[in-house]
């Protein structure tokens, strides 16, 4: 079974503040996906940001990183100089390669306060 | 761009009354998924699609019943809706050709049952 963990219920920031948001996961499987979506409140998720299991390259996409570690099995997101609109719930979420599902954590609502 | 479109964006109905949501994708994806969400859960699967008139049980199928009768569309219903089943339904597609089978979600469907 899969499991994702956010510890993070709600992080409030001032806009241009960087915000880290914390993703652990569990999972038995040696090929799996990982995933940060994003639900602003008009209520759709939105793609983000995705990692396999075989790429542990960290990037950076325009405001966006993440830090991808197997060995904590973290797959961690961060949001640059923050902005107003980011305000959102912010949801991590683990596919293994036999499931067609998501596994979600419980998400982490992030204000960005001007 | 993919397109998820849910056929309601908020809905009230009584307890007992028998419920439809709808879903229609217009990218041709396989997989297709009705979610729950509650405050502090993150999203639940309910039940999830592969194929037209297959279905399977996500986890908590209880109190609800599906239908894919076309590739497109992938129908949720309540056959009696409690109040319990208050709560934010988003529905989902992925395709399966993808290592990824990354999910584009609708807009979610805001349902009350009083």
């Known amino acids: 079974a899969q499991k994702v963990t956010q510890a993070q219920t709600e992080i409030s920031v001032v806009e241009k503040e960087d915000v880290t948001l914390d993703c652990v996961y569990e999972?038995?499987?040696?090929?799996?996906?990982l995933f940060w979506y994003k639900q602003p409140p008009s209520g759709e998720l939105v793609f983000l940001i995705r990692?396999?299991?075989?790429?542990?390259q960290n990037e950076i996409s325009g405001r966006y990183s993440w830090n991808f570690q197997k060995s904590t099995s973290s797959f961690n997101f961060t949001i640059t100089a923050s902005q107003v609109v980011d305000s959102a719930v912010y949801f991590c979420a683990l596919r293994g390669s036999n499931d067609y599902k998501l596994s979600f954590g419980a998400g982490t609502t992030v204000t960005v306060r001007a | 761009d993919v397109k998820v479109t849910q056929s309601s964006r908020y809905l009230v109905k009584r307890t007992g009354e028998k419920v439809f949501l709808e879903c229609v994708q217009d990218m041709d994806h396989e997989n297709m998924f009705w979610y729950r969400q509650d405050p502090g859960l993150g999203l639940r699967l309910i039940y999830f699609s592969y194929d037209v008139k297959m279905k399977e049980k996500g986890d908590i199928p209880e109190g609800y019943s599906v239908s894919r009768e076309k590739k497109e569309r992938f129908s949720l219903i309540l056959e009696s809706a409690s109040t319990n089943q208050t709560s934010m339904y988003l529905c989902?597609?992925?395709?399966?050709?993808?290592?990824?089978?990354?999910?584009?979600f609708g807009p979610g469907t805001r349902l009350l049952v009083l």
């Open positions: 990692r396999n299991s075989f790429d542990e």
């Open positions: 999972t038995r499987d040696t090929t799996y996906y």
């Open positions: 989902a597609s992925s395709f399966v050709g993808s290592p990824w089978m990354s999910q584009y």
